[in-house]
């Protein structure tokens, strides 16, 4: 027999596996000596409105009954070492799952990647924390795993389509994730145990006969009238497929520039940017957790979400936080040199000292008059003028631009600036030098606001660090809306972040099983899914 409990619990008994049990038999008037019983939690959600923090908890008892699988969908990967091909450019999420799931409908993909296998990729990214060094094909953003790899690992998305979200995190946790993400509300992974998860679903797609080709960036497109019939290396090579999905993410400009050149169709695209500002994590778990000294041993790193609406020369924009890592890291996500944007990354744990968040002004093109000139890539012209000039503010390595938060709304460069996260360190400037008027205008008032949403968080022992200019990408691949096929180019499948159509590791991937799956229906297998 399973019963399932609706439960209001304190964080103790949510999250410590003994007190767990013994609050949920209590509950279902079970004594533990009394039966077998077996006890689990299936849903857990934190609510931190009312003075005391309490824990929303759905418990799944079984009695004198095994517990079910926590994996509900059934996936087999068969062998397709033989079967037609199709290619894949970019090993990110969308990508990676886009492999997985033509090899689910028996057919070989062929991943090709401009960085290194996960494990490669950590010496450059000690290149740019220590050495400030940036490879342009090995960095935070570029690599097995895609920009996703070395993050936070949140796996929450806007994304109504629960299902395809079940999905995607069940194969995470057929790839090592913990079953924990099918239980928290806001579940994530954490940059220490990402790279283990990648390297699995890698092992998967080789182990079923698809290639992945490292260190090897796509630099032109075979296209014969009007369809895409392979790709060409920086190494000469020329691959051929039945189709090509083009997951290449946000920050790969050769590849707009490339597309650009080749007269397809691009768009440009309103995105978002600002600075990420950092705060100790104990200065945010005291205000979210209503705690007078810490937020104890059970509670996980506390995090936050704001929104305000500013007004600037007659023109309504938003400020909102963005990729929010408790007890995280902010870390230099440049993709090429004489550029300096920074984004953030945790660990499982949660456990820095620090919290941080990405605050940003969205961006209309109508904001960007001067850029207009780029055509299609006026927003990506505009978003690498602010990178260049946070690098030069910063002192021409991957030192950061940083001021207090309070100096920044009173215009005055700091005296000095508080211990951060960021390991190639800061630089005291006015921040309002970097970013252009429109931008920091808006956030000063934004920092006001969400002082008084937030008591405590407009305060001068946080600091902003910039710029955090990657949120999405600042260009569109158009595709049609049913087949996802791009409008003028056969064959031609844009996907994920890159092209416009996901935002973060879940829709991402969501996007790259999508994409496969049309591809393949409509270039190979002919029939639908
Ligand atoms: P990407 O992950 O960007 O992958 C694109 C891949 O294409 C890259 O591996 C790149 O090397 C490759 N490529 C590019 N050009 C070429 C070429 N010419 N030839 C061959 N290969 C090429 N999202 C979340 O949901 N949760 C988080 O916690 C989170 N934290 C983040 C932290 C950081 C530091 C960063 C940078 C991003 C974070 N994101 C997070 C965003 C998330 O990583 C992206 O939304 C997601 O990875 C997009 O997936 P994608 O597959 O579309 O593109």
Redesign the pocket.
């Known amino acids: 027999m399973k019963k399932i409990l609706q439960l209001q619990l304190d964080p103790s008994e949510a999250y410590d596996e003994v007190q767990f049990e013994k609050a949920a038999l209590q509950k279902a008037g079970i004594r533990p000596s009394e039966d077998e019983v077996f006890v689990r939690q299936n849903r857990r959600s934190i609510d931190a409105r009312g003075r005391k923090v309490r824990v929303n908890v759905e418990a799944e008892i079984f009695i004198k009954e095994s517990p079910d699988s926590r994996l509900q969908i059934d996936i087999d990967y068969p062998q397709v070492e033989n079967a037609e091909r199709i290619l894949i450019?970019?090993?990110?999420?969308?990508?990676m799952f886009a492999a997985l799931r033509a090899i689910e409908l028996g057919v070989k993909p062929i991943i090709?990647?401009?960085?290194k296998d996960v494990r490669a990729r950590r010496r450059d990214l000690a290149a740019i924390n220590k050495e400030h060094i940036v490879n342009p094909?090995s960095n935070?953003?570029?690599?097995?795993?895609?920009?996703?790899t070395?993050?936070?690992?949140?796996?929450y998305?806007r994304s109504k389509k629960r299902g395809d979200i079940r999905r995607i995190l069940e194969i995470l946790v057929r790839h090592g994730a913990t079953e924990e993400i099918l239980v928290d509300a806001h579940p994530?992974i954490g940059t220490n145990k990402l790279p283990v998860v990648v390297t699995k679903l890698r092992e998967t797609i080789l182990g079923s006969g698809g290639e992945i080709h490292f260190g090897?960036?796509?630099?032109d497109f075979i296209i014969d009238q009007s369809e895409i019939k392979g790709v060409i290396t920086q190494h000469g090579d020329r691959i051929l497929g039945e189709g090509v999905i083009l997951?290449?993410?946000?920050?790969?400009r050769?590849?707009f520039e490339l597309l650009h050149a080749k007269k397809v169709l691009i768009e440009p695209k309103p995105f978002a940017l600002g600075v990420r500002i950092e705060h100790s994590q104990n200065l945010i778990d005291r205000i979210q957790y209503h705690c007078e000294i810490d937020r104890g041993p059970y509670l996980p790193a506390s995090s936050y979400s704001l929104v305000h609406q500013t007004h600037f020369k007659g023109k309504q924009r938003g400020v909102f936080s963005f990729?929010m890592?408790p007890g995280g890291f902010i870390?230099p996500?440049a993709t090429a040199p004489g550029e300096l944007v920074v984004?953030?990354?945790s660990p499982s744990r949660r456990d820095s000292r620090f919290a941080n968040s990405g605050m940003v002004v969205a961006v209309e093109l109508e904001d960007l008059p001067e850029f207009q000139k780029f055509g299609p890539l006026a927003a990506m012209h505009f978003q690498a003028s602010v990178e260049r000039k946070a690098w030069e503010m910063g002192g021409k390595t991957q030192v950061a631009p940083a001021q207090r938060m309070v100096d920044f709304v009173n215009k005055k460069v700091s005296n000095s600036l508080l211990d951060t996260s960021y390991q190639p360190g800061l630089e005291a400037v006015d921040m309002s030098e970097v970013l252009p008027d429109f931008i920091s205008r808006r956030l000063a008032d934004a920092f006001k606001a969400f002082g008084q949403k937030m008591r405590g968080y407009f305060t001068n022992e946080s600091q902003l660090i910039g710029v955090e200019s990657?949120t999405s990408s600042p260009v569109r691949i158009p595709r049609d809306r049913e087949s996802l096929e791009h409008p003028e180019i056969k064959g031609l499948y844009p996907?994920?972040?890159?092209a416009g159509f996901?935002?973060?590791?879940?829709?991402?991937a969501m996007?790259?099983e999508r994409c496969a799956e049309r591809l393949i229906t409509s270039h190979i297998k002919r029939t639908s899914i």
């Open positions: 450019v970019g090993a990110g999420p969308a990508g090709i990647e401009r960085g094909d935070y953003c570029f690599g097995e795993g895609g920009a996703g070395y993050s936070d690992g949140k796996l998305t994530h090897t960036r796509v630099e997951a290449t993410g946000h920050s790969a050769d590849i990729c890592c870390v996500a984004n953030g990354m990657r996907c994920g972040e890159g996901a935002g973060g590791i879940v829709s991402a996007d790259g």
